[in-house]
């Protein structure tokens, strides 16, 4: 069955440095979105993407990340200087069009030091 | 706005016992609803979902959910759990028709007792 795929699943840098988490979604599927989740906390939306452009972006996504779609099948979350308060498990999910499951990936730990 | 709380943080059940999560949510539109789990160190994996018709809703693993449109409830239940059912479960909403973001609630941690 096809997933959606997120690398690292772990990954540790230093505050202030920039970031690239990345994602291959479903390969039929259009809408696109990344969520974190701090831990012990629940997950929250951070923004969707279709049609090459963002749809909706939450208050977190401020103008520290960017998404991007590069090529037919990644789709990456960049964090230009990341904080501390920016350590959390970062989740991709995507849906193919007329449908509301989102399919959700592993996950990518970040860990900010 | 959407918003979902799951009240109980945490339910302590015995093996074999039933359970039930509960979950409401408040939206000024028609919603969706889902149900995800996500085991230690996993991700999340959808359990079941409403998007209409029949109000009670199947899902994997012997789970089910029933929508109550009147008391805005989503709660999820299962009549016999095993010790595989360790998990965070988390209620979630979308607006129908209008956005796809998913809301999600603060999750609930299932511990089964032995």
């Known amino acids: 069955e096809p997933e959606v795929t997120q690398t690292p699943s772990h990954q540790v840098t230093q505050m202030g440095q920039e970031v690239i988490l990345r994602c291959v979604p479903i390969?039929?599927?259009?809408?696109f979105y990344w969520y974190r989740q701090i831990l012990g906390q629940k997950v929250e939306f951070l923004v969707s993407?279709?049609?090459?452009?963002?749809?909706?972006k939450s208050e977190i996504f401020d103008d520290q990340f960017s998404v991007e779609r590069p090529d037919g099948s990644n789709f990456t979350l960049k964090i230009r200087s990341t904080k501390l308060e920016d350590s959390a498990m970062y989740f991709c999910?995507?849906?193919?069009?007329?449908?509301?499951?989102?399919?959700f990936g592993p996950g990518t730990r970040l860990t900010v030091t | 706005a959407q918003s979902v709380t799951q009240l109980d943080s945490q339910v302590p059940v015995f093996e074999e016992a039933p359970v039930e999560l509960r979950c409401n949510y408040s939206?000024?539109?028609?919603?969706?609803l889902f149900w995800y789990v996500q085991y230690p160190n996993q991700g999340l994996q959808l359990l079941l979902k409403?998007?209409?018709?029949?109000?009670l809703v199947k899902g994997i693993n012997g789970f089910e959910a029933e929508f109550n449109k009147s008391q805005t409830s989503f709660h999820l239940r299962k009549p016999s759990v095993h010790i595989s059912d360790t998990a965070e479960y988390f209620c979630?909403?979308?607006?129908?028709?209008?956005?796809?973001?998913?809301?999600f609630g603060k999750g609930t941690r299932l511990h089964i007792l032995p």
């Open positions: 999910a995507s849906n193919p069009p007329s449908s509301y499951e989102q399919y």
């Open positions: 390969s039929n599927h259009l809408y």
């Open positions: 993407f279709y049609n090459n452009e963002i749809s909706e």
């Open positions: 939206s000024s539109v028609s919603v969706y």
């Open positions: 409403y998007l209409s018709g029949s109000t």
């Open positions: 979630a909403v979308s607006d129908k028709g209008r956005d796809d973001k998913i809301i």
